[in-house]
């Protein structure tokens, strides 16, 4: 018996940068592609720790598209583009994550720092896996 999988962009984040969908459900598995600190007017701040912010409010939106929130994830996969990022990275999480998780049960998380994503004015972008 074949899982049905369905994929979805939904239209409160920013259209997507290339020919992907947001998210993809296969039964009670939820992965929401690599998300941004975007507007859904593509607006892109310079500051990290607003971009960091964005990514997960972002994350919040997808899940929710799906009737879940940031507490069925599993895993997040973080790219930075610079290893100098990681201190205000860390720090940007630090302060978002006591309120997005107030238990402290955080998910799981990679974090990799790479040449660049796929537009230069982002320094983050931010992939889940979440279960429903």
Do not use: C
Not at 113 to 120: A, D, S, T, Y
Request: hydrophobic residues 40%.
């Amino acid at each position: 018996m074949s899982t049905t999988v369905t994929r979805t962009n939904p239209t409160t984040l920013p259209a997507p940068l290339g020919a992907y969908s947001h998210v993809a459900r296969a039964g009670d598995v939820v992965t929401i592609a690599g998300q941004v600190g975007m507007t859904a007017d593509g607006d892109v701040p310079e500051d990290l720790a607003e971009q960091v912010r964005l990514t997960f409010e972002n994350l919040r939106v997808a899940l929710e598209s799906e009737g879940l929130g940031l507490g069925s994830v599993m895993k997040f996969t973080t790219y930075l583009v610079s290893a100098d990022d990681i201190p205000r990275f860390y720090a940007a999480r630090e302060a978002l994550f006591p309120t997005l998780y107030p238990e402290g049960d955080y998910p799981a998380n990679t974090l990799l720092v790479i040449q660049r994503l796929v537009r230069p004015d982002l320094r983050v972008e931010i992939e889940a896996i979440a279960h429903a």
